[in-house]
């Protein structure tokens, strides 16, 4: 069982991830991984010395190929159980963003297969349990705002 959790912040050392949910002209841009057939929102581990928000630009650049965007912070959520990137299950942190693209270079240097822009949230997530959460967080956020 997983449970995610939303904080305005926590302590910049705790945080390990950064997750980008983006769109580009009114739609929502997603990854397929090279050894799936399922969709994720732009994301990954950060690096030893790395600012989170590089860490959420260069992961958004790595995965999507974008090249002309606007990020900005959301919130700080946790994952808590084990997952595919979190074995021992302990609660794990990081950095909701946002991100409209503008330009892609249509060049991806990382482990995705394409980038996919779509009309409506897909059925078939890589994190199924987690990723329609934020995007839920990011939706009642922006209303907000």
């Not at 790395?50 to 002309?68: F, M, N």
């Not at 909701?96 to 297969?113: D, P």
Request: a negative charge.
């Amino acid at each position: 069982m997983l449970e995610v959790k939303f904080y305005d912040a926590v302590d910049d050392a705790l945080l390990k991830f950064a997750v980008i949910i983006s769109q580009s002209n009114g739609k929502w841009v997603f990854c397929k991984h090279k050894e799936r057939d399922t969709y994720e929102v732009p994301g990954g581990h950060r690096e030893p010395g790395e600012d989170i928000i590089e860490t959420a630009r260069r992961e958004l650049q790595e995965e999507t190929g974008a090249v002309r965007f606007d990020i900005k912070p959301i919130c700080v959520y946790s994952v808590t159980g084990r997952n595919r990137v979190n074995e021992s299950g302990e609660e794990t942190f990081g950095l909701l963003c946002f991100a409209e693209i503008m330009e892609f270079s249509g060049k991806l240097y990382s482990e995705m297969e394409k980038v996919v822009l779509m009309d409506k949230l897909p059925e078939n997530w890589t994190y199924p349990l987690i990723q329609p959460k934020l995007i839920e967080k990011y939706l009642q956020i922006s209303k907000e705002i």
